[in-house]
């Protein structure tokens, strides 16, 4: 939750008046809530992104690997 100074609480409850200032608050609470919850699942679906990405290099190599095998097995029988 940002700093608030007086003149800012001044300005809400002239233009809005108290309520603008509760709605304020709300708004406030809103943000932080909602930052405590998005924040972990992002960190999760980072890792899950890695571990996927690590996952597509193990097929990518194994599938070389394969190829080679393949390879090497065609110029034996030849």
Known sequence: MGVIGM????????QYGL????IYI??????WHTKEIVQPVREDINRLTNAIDKLTDTI???RSMITRMNSTMTDIKE
């Open 7 to 14: 003149t800012d609480i001044l300005t809400i409850v002239a």
């Open 19 to 22: 309520a603008g200032i509760v």
């Open 26 to 31: 709300m708004y406030e609470l809103f943000k």
């Open 60 to 62: 990518n190599d194994l």
